[in-house]
């Protein structure tokens, strides 16, 4: 089993200067795991590639951009 040490974490893109209210993932081949940057203690949550992929299409839907 992978650790969250273990796991190369990727910081939101859309995470402000100040680095509070980041969202982390890492992703594998079976799992995308999902973490708070600020309190990395608190055990990330895992989906799978599907669900993430799905996730993200309707947050980008959803979000305004501009």
């Known amino acids: 089993m992978t650790t969250a040490h ?17 969202v982390e993932v890492a992703v594998r081949p079976t799992a995308v795991h999902i973490r708070d940057s600020k ?18 299409a309707l947050a980008a839907q959803e979000t305004p951009h501009g």
């Open 6 to 22: 273990e796991l190369n974490w990727v910081k939101s893109s859309y995470s402000g200067s100040e680095n509070d209210n980041c």
């Open 39 to 56: 309190d990395q203690r608190i055990r990330p949550i895992a989906v799978t590639p599907t669900a993430w992929a799905a996730f993200t």
